[in-house]
């Protein structure tokens, strides 16, 4: 390949990519943009903005978007949405102030009364409880499949209720928050294609938070839109809060629509700090990767745990094969039963010493969590038992620290359990 050809690795391009030293004083790092609005040179100019802003008219081929007002666009926002692309090669992204702001204001901007979600089970409990709870408020229909479920059970399942010309999208956490079971996008897709017609595309969406945009890229697999919480991997130093959303110019275009009007688009400071730990996302995650492999080992033997939920440990069957198709990495989540339930987990929790007892995961340090009674407490028990989120259930997040440590401090900790 000739030199004035080659394409630089998404991990280089993260610390200078759609930054203009000179627009900033030359500042190598991009400022924070701490504005709510922006300065036009003349009227015409913002008449011109906002033709554009509005989609009066179409962006001209050279011509950059004008900054008009935060809610609308913000200089650390745009930059920030350029280097996300570069990951999971879309063409476009949204940022928000929460992975929920994603993920509610793509189910909210692409349903509508009547229409069908089919979505797959287990979800982040907050997922659960909005597509449950709240969507339904606004008759919209839902239907529901776990990874045991075969392509034709899931079309079974959508024609004997006589949702098929009604189904609207197909929603998947993959691997699926808490347990790691694996949901194949091809097969996904395959469905959506089926229901889909000239008039209306049933969209696949995917919550990939679990993975990382280094593990599994679900744009390459079919999906139509790939949400984030940026909390997690991507911010990775439990400092910030943030969503993210990528796609196509178009389905981006309408997401960043209904987030106008939504008013969730992260701020600045939200930006900047996004921008920071994208800089070292690859070495984190690469490291995080490493420890979940060892601290996984280790608790495949352990006497007082009864099973282990790990994709590295993966040696046959259907989640294997998709595994291969789809994934890219093993991850840094693993979650095991205790011999036991919840009483024996709790002691488990409690006598952690470097490890933190707290909720969300992909950041620096490990952190520990029971399922049932917290992250997913909302999520009806029948659901819970079916999708294996038992009380015995513990869910670790493995982060950056020095395995051996990791190692000792379960080990001591289930030794009191």
């Not at 229909?141 to 609207?168: H, P, V």
């Not at 809060?241 to 939504?262: D, H, N, P, Q, W």
Request: proline share 3%.
């Amino acid at each position: 390949m000739e030199r004035d050809q080659y394409t630089m690795q998404p991990e280089s391009l993260m610390m200078s990519y759609g930054y203009k030293p000179a627009l900033s004083e030359g500042a190598i790092k991009c400022p924070i943009f701490q504005t709510s609005t922006f300065v036009f040179k003349t009227a015409e100019e913002g008449k011109s903005f906002f033709e554009v802003a509005y989609g009066l008219r179409e962006k001209g081929e050279n011509e950059e978007l004008g900054l008009i007002y935060s809610r609308l666009n913000n200089p650390d926002l745009e930059i920030l949405e350029n280097r996300l692309t570069l990951w999971d090669k879309a063409e476009d992204c949204a940022v928000f102030e929460s992975g929920m702001s994603a993920i509610t204001t793509v189910l909210l901007g692409f349903l509508s009364p009547g229409d069908v979600l089919l979505y797959s089970k287990p979800v982040y409990g907050g997922t659960s409880h909005f597509i449950e709870e709240i969507l339904t408020r606004f008759g919209i229909n839902i239907i529901g499949f776990g990874a045991n479920d075969t392509e034709a059970d899931i079309l079974q399942r959508i024609e004997s209720k006589g949702y098929g010309n009604k189904l609207k999208m197909v929603y998947v956490e993959t691997p699926a928050n808490p347990t790691n079971a694996l949901i194949d996008l091809a097969m996904c897709k395959r469905i959506a294609n089926s229901f889909s017609t000239e008039e209306k595309q049933v969209l696949v969406a995917v919550d990939n938070t679990y993975m990382g945009p280094l593990w599994q890229h679900p744009l390459k697999h079919g999906a139509d839109l790939v949400l984030y919480s940026a909390t997690k991997y991507i911010g990775g130093h439990s400092d910030v809060i943030a969503g993210a959303c990528l796609g196509s110019k178009t389905l981006i275009g309408e997401v960043k629509a209904m987030r106008t009007f939504l008013g969730n688009m992260a701020g600045p400071w939200t930006g900047w700090l996004l921008m920071r730990s994208l800089e070292t996302l690859k070495a984190r995650m690469d490291l995080q990767q490493q420890n979940a492999q060892k601290v996984a080992d280790y608790l495949l033997n352990h006497p007082k745990v009864a099973k282990v939920h790990y994709l590295g440990h993966l040696k046959n069957g259907e989640q294997k094969r998709i595994f291969d198709q789809q994934c890219e990495g093993t991850g840094a989540m693993v979650s095991f039963d205790i011999v036991g339930g919840e009483k024996e987990a709790f002691k488990f929790l409690n006598s952690l010493k470097l490890m933190k007892l707290a909720v969300s995961l992909g950041s620096t340090e490990s952190l520990a969590e029971h399922p049932a009674s917290m992250t997913h407490a909302g999520v009806p028990v029948a659901d819970r038992a079916e999708c294996g989120i038992a009380d015995s259930l513990v869910r670790l997040s493995i982060g950056v620290e020095n395995t051996d440590d990791l190692i000792w401090d379960i080990e001591q900790a289930l030794d009191k359990a």
